[in-house]
């Protein structure tokens, strides 16, 4: 087998040739001195070989993540220049804490690009006060990326925002909430679902275009079966592909914006939004 020392020792040598025969000094000086930015592809150091975890595009602040443990740093860097996070392969979250991701402020976009982000915790990303989140899916193939929150045996939410949340394109699956909401969520497409309860539950929640919300499919006991969204006040800004059940056991009431009634909510007069009964 190779030691890890023969190893470092033939990186030094290559710098030091590349060095002598007239290469960058960034070669010899970040490879024997650890001088110096990473130059990765693939999430590999090119100069030193060291497995970094992501490449990042200065130009458009594109951050491509290969590993998950660099995945909550990139999203703490990214957040604070309004840039993107790209998966490059399926990741599992950090596991072991109550969320799983943290974007704690500044402004992100999280592409799934046709890729799976797992979490075993209670909440797989949260979106904190004052933060915004955008979830996109540049993927093209037939599965498209997802957040997936389904471990068996505990109460999951796929993402819990508290900030702003905008929601393009990709799937979210939690046990419990796909997602719970306390804060404003802007939803265009995609796919929102959730195995035992409900889709999407509180806050505000801006329909911009029609996502296929699914809930319920495993719960026998009958709470919030049926339920899309649930405790929302709900707006709603484009034509409704389909049927948005936002409670149990109702009858459609607005085919135009495709609704059904809910217990203790009414429809605005305008009939444009969902609001609490007091």
């Known amino acids: ?22 290469y960058s000094a960034k070669v010899y000086n970040h490879a024997v001195n650890g001088v110096g930015e990473h130059t990765t592809v693939n999430g590999i150091c090119t100069l030193c070989n060291e497995n970094v975890g992501y490449d990042v595009d200065e130009t458009t602040a594109t951050y491509s993540v290969y590993e998950a443990e660099a995945l909550q740093n990139v999203l703490d860097e990214a957040s604070s220049r309004d840039g993107t996070v790209k998966l490059m392969r399926d990741l599992t979250g950090d596991a072991d804490s109550y969320y799983s991701l943290l974007i704690s402020s500044g402004t992100v976009i999280l592409d799934l690009n046709g890729y799976k982000l797992t979490s075993s915790d ?19 193939g037939v599965i498209p990326g997802a957040i997936d929150a389904s471990s068996e045996g505990i109460q999951t939410a796929g993402i819990k925002n508290e900030g702003a949340l905008f929601f ?9 909430f796909g997602i719970l909401n306390d804060g404003t969520l802007t939803i265009s497409g995609g796919d929102v679902g959730s195995k035992y309860h409900v889709a999407i539950l509180g806050g505000e929640v801006i329909l911009s275009g029609t996502p296929l919300l699914f809930n319920g499919s495993e719960n026998t006991s009958g709470e919030y079966l049926g339920c899309d969204i649930a405790c929302c006040t709900v707006y709603v800004e484009a034509e409704l592909d389909e049927v948005i059940y936002t409670y149990y056991d109702s009858e459609v009431m607005n085919e135009h914006q495709n609704f059904a009634e809910f217990t203790g909510y009414s429809l605005s007069s305008d009939r444009t939004y969902f609001d609490k009964v007091n």
């Open 1 to 22: 087998a190779i030691s890890q020392s023969s190893t470092d020792e033939k990186m030094v040598n290559l710098a030091k040739a590349l060095y002598n025969y007239g």
């Open 122 to 140: 209670e909440v797989a990303i949260l979106v904190a006060e004052g933060a915004t989140l955008t979830v996109k899916d540049s993927g093209v």
């Open 168 to 176: 393009e394109d990709g799937a979210i699956l939690a046990n419990t």
